[in-house]
């Protein structure tokens, strides 16, 4: 019964999608609005489609309904309730429901917000794309993504999740806020095919989307930091990012994003770089699904894949389809496009805007490279290479350091043209500031050329951002926090932060192993470990087997943890300060022939500033995004002039 | 807010004044800087340990069981074998690379993470900074198109004007507006 | 301004999709799912050094086996298909008993109570390597368990099973046979 209710969900999203988009496509051509209402009212059937379908997922997972194949694969009896309900995107074909279901939120969102507007061509253009996108994320569902297929013979238990994923409560919340981000961004780009295609490529549809793109772009960032966070909770050896090219596949759509968001500004005050922006932010939208490509296709050996199916080729498809889409649309509306307008001096906010567009966009060629590298190396002579964490670190380096240098000069250059007498005035504090930070550095401990650096940057970059926030509320209190320019900041810092983190925690480790036995105390890193011994615990999920070590006095337990199904992960437990953390990790546990249990112990400089510095992001794009007092509507079927230069 | 160091006719030496001061500032940052980074470079006992050698090491060699792995990530068998071979290797001294050799020997090129600066794999290395390079000069290029634009719509326009009376009126007035709004 | 390059756009859009198709080109041609490569490099070399200590306390060269055939091949108690294969590598070493035709087998990263325990279950009196073994796997390319080596009498590695599928004495005994009717050839 469920497999057949989840089809009927299923199917009943496919077909509203495709009838919703040729309803309003006819709508458009007879620029008949009450068609076109109708045609919106199918988003609510795509949404209830997928919601019904999802929630008849999960009622069959919680049933332990093993006649469903995705339960009889990933359910179990033994796994808990919050782990239970996140089985849902635990594997492929769950995943591209989650996927499904938030498309359909995103969609109705859109109804609602524009609905006094249906009858502009734009929002109607717009909501033909994303029924497109519907079509085929659905189509997938109907078709080789199907989670809910019949097993013959259902199994008395299930496979139960894949023991790395089901080992952590992060599971539950890192795939919905990462795929809030990459669904996120269909809106805008939905927005800038309807755009290319009405020929209305002024500022309209630019403005309209901005929070949209913002709102993307944080579920983004929260995905991603969420991300790093489990891998660091999991892996045992002090990493949250290991260059893998699952992880850089979700990195590159964030880089190109962050560009957009920035280059968006010039347009918005110069009615310049428009072939630019519309490029970027499709290119946000492309880089999406080649990223769900490589993580779902298995082309590009990773640890995070998923397993390998079909819907690869398909995935690929789609992705070339858009492309080709996006370069014909752009093409052929090339000379609408294009303004007339120059930039007065390269020391400006719009200079640095386009430096920063420049640096991410170097930035995302380097880590696309290097991850498909190995592919081309192949294709041309046969050998197999690898390209790893020494490649990125050595080339992403310098061209964080310069973002960070940018960081701390861009806030205080203003529109169209600076002196240097300006900067130097402006830019008094913020270098006290990193010099400041500097001299703290190296009177804390911290040694080495380039980590100095980068923390004298950092400071250098938070002084900037700290005068423009201090400077917003001494003049309008409170609301000095909120809106672009101030919750910018705020993402910047956040930013900061975790560009110390990162330099501090990998500069600064300090890893080794021990093999103990019970009643051992050994001393490591200006840290005293006592080993208590071994405990065993049995629950209906898993059976643990854990050491109790003390650190300074507090009690860690990294334990190693056996699945019913045969599955085992080994699980660090971490002590988090302000300052440092050390994790334990077992490499080899105590057995009847050898009484030494092996620990490797990983003690790490501000790890936790990397958690909080994500959080700050995420606060900072809520205040961007939060309506401040000029609120416009400019919906205005109009191009922005692009006749005359700016005057 | 942002004061401009104008001079002022009333008190023709505070400007110069605050100039010099401003410079000295930059000056003293400057020096506070650099002393703090040659303390930090000098005084950085440079020399890993041996653990931190292999450490180091480890993280270059892909575990050859296992998918997108170093040895220092794996704990399986082979992962552990090739960290203790390692931690023998550094100890009876051999170099870093003499290490990453062997190892290419016995396995293949694909178990180093660090990709090869010769032959077809240096073009990783290559292109990105040239196409950083061309990208940039790009840039620099439509920098100087736009000045040379705006120099040709700006050459007739008398920008030198000073700003009258009128003027400096209808400013204060939008001013004292906003402050009231 | 806009009049002299109507048609920068158009070429540079064509430029990116071009680039765009490549790129899709290679990625569909790729393969999936793959592992590692095999790390086949010691095939047709000198075999490596192998130096250590047997079970039974005795020191062992295998460049003493040069002129005849031998057989490496790595082994533990904990992994399955080693103690699968284990029978065959019995039957091995009782056809060729004295006729020159070797097996040597290297114990990794297992316990010296657990191996005797476990030949003396199971029968196998060649020699088998224990203690330091790290090194011989690694120069061999050792990467998971078990693999075996057959070794040439001028003391090349010829070729190299990884797992326990195919390892059966008649395999070995057919390939001793191929390569030396080719040699002499």
Redesign the interface.
Known sequence: MHVILGDLGVVLAVAASLVGMIVLLVGIRQRSEEILRLGARFTWVVLGGSVFAFAILERALFANDFSVAYVASHGSTTTPGLLKFATAWGALEGSILLWGVILGIYLVVVTVKFQSRLSDPLVSWALVTMFGVCVFFFGLMAGPADPFQRVAEPPLQGGGLNPLLADNLLMAFHPPMLYAGYVGFTVPFAFAIAALVTGRVGEGWLIETRRWSLVAWGFLTLGIVLGAWWAYDITGWGGYWGWDPVENASLLPWLTGTAYIHSVMVQERRGMLRVWNISLLCATFALTILGTFITRSGVIASVHAFSVSSIGPMLLGFFAFIVALTVGLIGWRGERLRSPGQIDSPISREGSFLANNLLFAVFAFVVLLGTVFPLIVEAFNGNRIAVGTPYFERMTMPIGMLLLFLMAVAPVLPWRKAGTELLRHRLQWPAWMGVGALVLSVLVGARGFFPLVAFGLAGFAAGAALRQVFLATRRNGLRGLVGRTNGGMIVHLGVILIAVAFAASNSYVRQAEFALVEGDVISFADHELRFIGLEDEVRTDKSITRAVIEVDGDQLNPSINRFPNGGQTEKPSTRSSFTENVQLSLVKLADSRSDTTVVKVTVQPLITWFWTGGGLMVLGTALSAFPTRWSRRPTDPVSAAAVSAEA | MAKASVTDPANPTSATWRDQWRWASWLLMAIVAVAALIVGVVDNDDARTQGERVAAISATILCPQCTGQTVAQSNVAIARTIRADIATRVSEGESDDQIRQAYIENYGEWIITNPRASGLTSLVWIVPVVAAGLAATALAFAFARWRKALRLVTADTDTTQAASDADRALVSDARDRRKRA | ??GQ??W???V???A??LV??C??L????????????Q????IGKVAPEVVATTRGGDGFDLSEWRGDWSVVNFF?TWCPGCVLEHPELVEFDRRHAGDGTRLVSVV??D?L??VNEFFDDNGGDWPVLVGDT??I?????????PETYLISPSGRVVTKWIGATGVTADALDDTIAELTASADG
């Open positions: 301004m806009t390059r109507s920068a756009v158009p540079a859009a064509a990116v999709g765009v198709a790129f899709v290679l990625l569909a041609t790729s393969e999936t799912g793959r592992g590692n490569p790390s086949i490099q010691v533990a990794f990263e316990e109570e657990r790290g090194r796997a690694t120069e061999f390319g050792v990467t998971a368990m």
